[in-house]
């Protein structure tokens, strides 16, 4: 099956503490909240497709809790700055591509990759 079939439009994490999970993606990363069920989830957009956080347990078919996201920034040093650069666990560069990790509140990967010349 070639890969084209298939587009991304989303991704779902499961979270213990879903304010703290809210609070992180809204107000650290800067996501915009384009939905929002009490207790339940929140759903952020991004250009690439949306960012669901979910409270863990309330979903009948469970996923595992192996998670990464893959977040493309158009400068890492400035995003780094906005987030706080104590926030970030790792930073190297793979080629010409800068990238970044830090955790969200449960603890999932969040790699920042930077936008590169050939990718704008």
Known sequence: MASSNFHLVGV????????RAQAFYQEVLGLELAEMQNGHHAKFTTPAGFICVERRGVEDYPSADKAVLFLEVTNLSHAIDRIGADRVIKRGRRGSRAWAVLHDPEGHNILLLERTAEQA
């Open 12 to 19: 779902e994490l499961y979270f213990t503490d879903l304010p």
